[in-house]
């Protein structure tokens, strides 16, 4: 059960953003596009630490090598040419909402460049919720605790008031250096073990969990006559 805290600060990928997701959804449509069959997204999760390419042929059997790199290459020029589409981890937006309501502060942490973070925010709508961001390029990169304590100072909360969420053991080192309480998120079921190494009070891999350990209300549901 977590404590009363007044702010909550996020990692921004493999955290709030699914960045598998996104792959993996220009891997199901490039693979349709070519007539390659459809994408077993459980079986290239599975496989996605091996790398892409290993993941691919985990999941498209079927196809021989040069059909194989066809395919990675159409992925190639998917993602190169549509870096603004944004995929957000089941969950993320309706936690951040839950959080905003409950009156609790969020600001982002992420070693992102601070432009490309931006336009990321924007393009999923979650720029007015998330107004505070320390993005690496401004500042050291993680597990430096300098962009943490920047967001600490603008939201005049002491390091006791305030949780870290992220998905890396720089994002759980980072907030133990200065004393800031952490959890880990291990949507892709990889990094449990080190992340508690690392000194993360608990890992969840369902937003649902990390709601229910907040001891969130329920989100307001606006009023359909309004």
């Known amino acids: 059960m977590g404590k009363p805290y007044r702010l ?3 990692d921004w990928e493999g955290t709030l ?9 220009s891997v199901a449509e490039e693979a349709r596009r070519l007539q390659f069959g459809e994408l077993d997204e459980q079986s290239a999760r599975q496989s996605v630490e091996l790398g892409l390419a290993m993941a691919v042929k985990k999941a ?12 990675l290459l159409a992925v190639h020029h998917s993602l190169v040419s549509r870096t603004s589409d ?20 969020l600001a982002i942490a992420s070693n992102k460049g ?4 931006q336009r990321v925010l924007h393009a999923c709508e979650l720029s007015d919720l998330f107004k505070v961001t320390r993005s690496a390029g ?3 990169a993680k597990p430096c605790p300098q962009m943490l304590e920047e967001i600490l100072t603008e939201f005049d909360v002491r390091a006791e008031e305030t949780l870290m969420v992220g998905d890396s053991i720089y994002d759980i080192e980072m907030a133990r250096n200065i004393g800031v309480d952490a959890v880990g998120v291990d949507f892709y079921h990889q990094q449990e073990v080190a992340l508690r ?11 649902k969990q990390l709601a229910e350990y907040l001891q969130l209300p329920e989100k307001e549901e606006r009023n359909s006559s309004e």
Do not use: M
Not at 17 to 25: P, R
């Open 17 to 25: 953003s699914d960045t598998l997701g996104q792959i993996f959804s």
């Open 197 to 207: 190494a690392a000194g993360a009070l608990e890992v969840f891999d369902d937003y």
């Open 138 to 140: 401004q500042i050291p």
């Open 114 to 117: 601070q432009q490309s973070l």
């Open 60 to 71: 498209f059997p079927h196809l021989n090598d040069q059909q194989h790199e066809q395919l």
């Open 8 to 10: 909550v600060v996020f």
């Open 86 to 105: 944004v995929h957000l981890i089941p969950g993320a937006r309706e936690l951040a909402e839950q959080i905003h309501q409950a009156g609790i502060g």
